[in-house]
């Protein structure tokens, strides 16, 4: 089994800057990791992804240049540098996983979810 859990979200004005934490329960090895969000009344959409070892990554053309996906050495912590906030990204945001060696973008791709950590972005 995989645990996620997804920390790190809030209330941040626009401009300004989150981090999210994804916290395996054990070491996700040749695991694809995934963020997603989902704003009310809309579908899960793909945010970034990011291979086994770190050194492939994927980005949604609206977050490209914002936002950064990373993981630690020990594939434990997946995190989700936010920059530039602005109101259409506040959503629930998922970390997501597949033991699989290419990124996937959809949703229907990750069979391993994370409970959610709320963004909030205001004016």
């Known amino acids: 089994q995989v645990h996620l859990v997804e920390s790190g979200g809030g209330l941040v004005q626009a401009g300004g800057s989150l981090r999210l934490s994804c916290v395996a329960g054990?070491?996700?090895?040749?695991?694809?990791m995934g963020w997603f969000r989902q704003a009310p009344g809309k579908e899960r959409e793909f945010v970034a992804a990011?291979?086994?070892?770190?050194?492939?990554?994927y980005y949604a053309d609206s977050v490209k240049g914002r936002f950064t996906i990373s993981r630690d050495n020990a594939k434990i912590t997946v995190y989700l540098q936010m920059n530039s906030l602005t109101l259409e990204d506040t959503a629930v945001y998922y970390c997501a996983a597949r033991y699989i060696a290419t990124i996937r973008t959809e949703a229907s791709d990750y069979d391993h979810w994370g409970q959610g950590t709320q963004v909030n972005v205001s004016s």
């Open positions: 054990r070491a996700l090895r040749t695991y694809v």
């Open positions: 990011i291979n086994w070892n770190g050194d492939s990554t």
